[in-house]
């Protein structure tokens, strides 16, 4: 039996790679500070180590300790917006951290390795539907900082090309992560949108959609949303195809090909809530642009990769995981 270690295992993400680990077969251990991580989405029985990935020598000790075979690294520092005011932060968590998970794995003698890229590589691409060949123009330092991780894991695997333990890899990229396979495990980011517009209508306030002139289907911008349960059966997948020593590529877009709109995001949510309301329209935010999602044909053929859940499983299961959450604290 394999044992893969989940860097930021204890976040939204993580804590759902690490359950579709185990359900898979696979024994999982987490790597988390907890800097946005929560100790209680970490199942019972399931290793947890709290330390920074910067602490290459605790992460070494980690994979060593549990006879690690393979690292998925989600731990990082993921607000784009949030990053052009902490350029040094970011960094260090995300370039410098990704460095020090390779140190750890090339200390330890740990091969095999799925980035958590993001499609922020892209920035505003010149093309309305992404593939892998799209150019990479990021836009903001969390961008920046993803591809140059995907960088430091390219270069890392050519140096240890000759070694007796080469590097195995593949960095995956996908845009907007929500909803939840688990109850219990809910996204608690301050600026996503699923979580805003829950908290919002739990608050009594309206949601806020930003234009509602944009030149798509009905007015509103059109992104790639993907639901966690999926993302994390990808995640598996492509640990699954390393340890079995095939061939994958290096970067995988995991999307849609088709997006859906804020308005359908909101029509969703209100359905699933069970509370009716009318968006408050906002101005257009600078930088936004109509319409950006990702073909996922090449993760759907060697990752098995597809959009198992539609927007209305999406808004259902992140309103079922936010009323856990509130049963929870008032039993």
Partial sequence: ??????????????????????????????????????????????????????????????????????????????????????????????????????AAMAEAGVASLVFSSSAAVYGTPPVEVVTEQTPTAPESPYGQSKLIGEWLIADQARALAGSGAP???????????????????????????????????ADGRTPRINGTDYPTPDGTCVRDYVHVADLALAHVRAAQRLAAGDELAPVYNLGSGE?????????????????????EVAPRRPGDPARIVARGDAAARDLDWAMRHDVDDMARSAWAARLHREAARTA
């Fill in 259 to 279: 997006g859906t709109s804020v308005h359908q995001i909101m029509t969703a949510i209100a359905a699933a809530t069970d509370v009716a309301f009318e968006a």
């Fill in 1 to 102: 039996m394999s044992t893969w270690l989940v860097t930021g295992g204890a976040g939204y993400i993580g804590a759902h790679v690490v359950r579709a680990f185990a359900a898979a077969g696979i024994t999982p251990v987490v790597v988390d500070d907890l800097s946005s991580g929560h100790a209680s989405f970490v199942p019972d029985g399931v290793p947890f180590v709290q330390a920074s990935i910067l602490d290459t020598t605790r992460l070494t000790d980690a994979l060593r300790e549990h006879g690690v075979t393979g690292v998925v690294h989600l731990a990082g520092f993921k607000y784009a917006g949030v990053s052009v005011a902490r350029p040094l932060h970011t960094f260090e968590q995300n370039v410098t951290g990704t460095a020090s998970v390779l």
């Fill in 167 to 201: 590097l195995r890899h593949t960095s995956l990229r996908y845009f907007n992560v929500v909803g939840s396979g688990h109850p219990e495990v809910e996204d608690t980011s301050p600026h996503n949108l699923f979580p805003l517009v829950l908290e919002a209508l």
